[in-house]
């Protein structure tokens, strides 16, 4: 008796256009290198993927988290992912095996994927949880499709004008529209115009410098730290299109916001928190939110401890320098760390850890503590490198200590 011939159904992975904000967290977090982009899209290999789950949490907008049934033998390629606006709808012809729901055939991918994995797979260096007592967020209330706007009601030069960092602190209210946001949120641009294409330019995330009672105490808005991109990594001459248009926006002038997103790096609302913060350049955005939210409630009982390590190339472009200096002594311990500073050499973050590997040792050992790390990707290997280096020093096993610390949301990397 002949018997039907086997047609093999796969669950395919794939990204949301429509709602992905370029982010390249997936492509990054990814083990297997199964993501890539080009100039337009965020695409998944379907060849590659193994469905193990790792770039779903980090997704600040939920893109990453997307499936469809397909034949396996028309599994839809990068180039045709490449040219989507929007995902396709299932195809009603193509079901999961009957034997297995698609949320069952999602989960036999994880557990296929999970037992090919190391037991002390690391491949998720950070939490992906927030801390247990963080606010609840807000995200994607407003999208590509429905975007919301904003009018600039401040756009100051954080640096000096003799030096070739130019960033600035840009202030956008939202009048009567709702945008609640937290501290470690972000926001997307639609900077207006198009690409090369003819397409719409992307959205561009940036990092809330606010906290979530607003840049104004009480009013609906909030402030963003951005730098103006004028060459890319290699060091070639290249316009950012959204820092340039940002950079430039006059006071009254209005612009598109999608967002907000993000769901982990969030602070912990507990009083007797700890927050070790370490950041570079514009990653001081959150840390400054932090910090500020933590500083106007200090007389409401907030015992934590703050404290903060921060590199720039020189002093004069380090972000917020002047009202960073004057925050007491006592309210947060900061630690400075330059890498271009004539006649001297050269000085990073985990530098600046190491010499204060006395006090930062007993924050690690301290269960409230939740350490944010924020700036340049250059910079984790260094940092991670560096928090080893202290806790083993002091006794504490750092092994033991990273997964713990990735399992209660206390360990926030955010680099770019």
Same mark, same amino acid.
């Given at each position: 008796?002949?018997?039907?011939?086997?047609?093999?159904?796969?669950?395919?992975?794939? /990204?949301?256009?429509? /709602?992905?904000?370029?982010?390249? $967290?997936?492509?990054?977090?990814?083990?297997?290198?199964?993501?890539?982009?080009?100039?337009?899209?965020?695409?998944?290999?379907?060849?590659?993927?193994?469905?193990?789950?790792?770039?779903?949490?980090?997704?600040?907008?939920?893109?990453?988290?997307?499936?469809?049934? @397909?034949?396996?033998?028309?599994?839809?390629? @990068?180039?045709?992912?490449?040219?989507?606006?929007?995902?396709?709808?299932?195809?009603?012809?193509?079901?999961?095996?009957?034997?297995?729901?698609?949320? %069952?055939?999602?989960?036999?991918?994880?557990?296929?994927?999970?037992?090919? =994995?190391?037991?002390?797979?690391?491949?998720?260096? #950070?939490?992906?949880?927030?801390?247990?007592?963080?606010?609840?967020?807000?995200?994607?209330?407003? $999208?590509?499709?429905?975007?919301?706007?904003?009018?600039?009601? #401040?756009?100051?030069?954080?640096?000096?004008?003799? $030096?070739?960092?130019?960033? %600035? %602190?840009?202030?956008?209210?939202?009048?009567?529209?709702?945008?609640?946001?937290?501290?470690?949120?972000?926001? #997307?641009?639609?900077?207006?115009?198009?690409?090369?294409?003819?397409?719409? %330019?992307?959205?561009?995330?940036?990092? /809330?410098?606010?906290?979530?009672?607003?840049?104004?105490?009480?009013?609906?808005?909030?402030?963003?730290?951005?730098?103006? &991109? $004028?060459?890319?990594?290699?060091?070639?001459?290249?316009?950012? &299109?959204?820092?340039?248009?940002?950079?430039?926006?006059?006071?009254?002038? @209005?612009?598109? &916001?999608?967002?907000?997103?993000?769901?982990?790096?969030?602070?912990?609302?507990?009083?007797?928190?700890?927050?070790?913060?370490?950041?570079?350049?514009?990653?001081?955005?959150?840390?400054?939110?932090?910090?500020?939210?933590?500083?106007?409630?200090?007389?409401?009982?907030?015992?934590?401890?703050?404290?903060?390590?921060?590199?720039?190339?020189?002093? +004069?472009?380090?972000?917020?320098?002047?009202?960073?200096?004057?925050?007491?002594?006592?309210?947060?311990?900061?630690?400075?760390?330059?890498?271009?500073?004539?006649?001297?050499?050269?000085?990073?973050?985990?530098?600046?850890?190491?010499?204060?590997?006395?006090?930062?040792?007993?924050?690690?050992?301290?269960?409230?503590?939740?350490?944010? &790390?924020?700036?340049?990707? #250059?910079?984790?290997?260094?940092? =991670?490198? +560096?928090?080893?280096? /202290?806790?083993?020093?002091?006794?504490?096993?750092?092994?033991?200590?990273?997964?713990?610390?990735?399992?209660?949301?206390?360990?926030?990397?955010?680099?770019?």
């Amino acid at each position: 008796m002949n018997g039907p011939v086997p047609v093999d159904i796969v669950r395919q992975h794939l /990204i949301d256009p429509e /709602i992905c904000i370029r982010c390249n $967290t997936c492509e990054e977090t990814c083990p297997i290198d199964a993501i890539t982009h080009d100039g337009t899209n965020y695409v998944v290999k379907a060849e590659v993927c193994n469905g193990c789950m790792a770039c779903v949490p980090p997704c600040p907008t939920g893109a990453i988290d997307n499936w469809r049934n @397909v034949f396996k033998a028309n599994a839809y390629t @990068v180039d045709e992912q490449y040219s989507w606006d929007e995902l396709p709808a299932q195809n009603p012809t193509v079901s999961a095996p009957a034997s297995a729901s698609p949320d %069952h055939a999602a989960r036999d991918l994880v557990d296929e994927a999970s037992a090919a =994995l190391p037991a002390s797979s690391d491949f998720v260096r #950070g939490s992906t949880v927030p801390p247990w007592s963080a606010a609840r967020p807000y995200v994607n209330l407003y $999208t590509h499709k429905a975007p919301t706007t904003a009018t600039v009601v #401040g756009n100051y030069r954080l640096t000096d004008d003799s $030096t070739p960092g130019d960033i %600035h %602190h840009i202030v956008l209210d939202f009048g009567a529209l709702p945008f609640p946001v937290l501290e470690g949120q972000s926001i #997307g641009i639609l900077p207006p115009g198009t690409n090369a294409d003819g397409r719409a %330019h992307h959205a561009r995330q940036y990092s /809330i410098a606010s906290p979530r009672d607003g840049e104004r105490p009480g009013y609906n808005n909030v402030s963003l730290t951005v730098k103006r &991109v $004028t060459h890319d990594h290699a060091g070639n001459a290249a316009r950012g &299109v959204c820092s340039n248009y940002l950079c430039d926006l006059k006071k009254g002038e @209005v612009v598109s &916001v999608i967002g907000p997103f993000g769901n982990t790096f969030l602070m912990p609302n507990h009083p007797n928190s700890h927050l070790l913060m370490i950041c570079t350049g514009t990653g001081s955005a959150p840390m400054r939110a932090m910090t500020e939210y933590r500083r106007r409630g200090r007389l409401k009982g907030a015992t934590g401890k703050l404290m903060l390590f921060f590199g720039a190339r020189t002093q +004069a472009e380090l972000p917020y320098f002047g009202p960073l200096m004057n925050l007491p002594k006592d309210f947060i311990d900061t630690n400075l760390a330059f890498s271009r500073t004539p006649g001297q050499p050269r000085r990073y973050v985990q530098d600046a850890m190491r010499e204060r590997a006395t006090d930062v040792a007993p924050l690690l050992a301290d269960g409230n503590t939740h350490v944010y &790390v924020c700036g340049l990707k #250059g910079m984790e290997d260094g940092v =991670l490198q +560096a928090l080893a280096e /202290i806790a083993e020093a002091h006794g504490i096993g750092w092994e033991r200590l990273w997964e713990r610390l990735k399992r209660e949301g206390r360990l926030h990397l955010e680099t770019y």
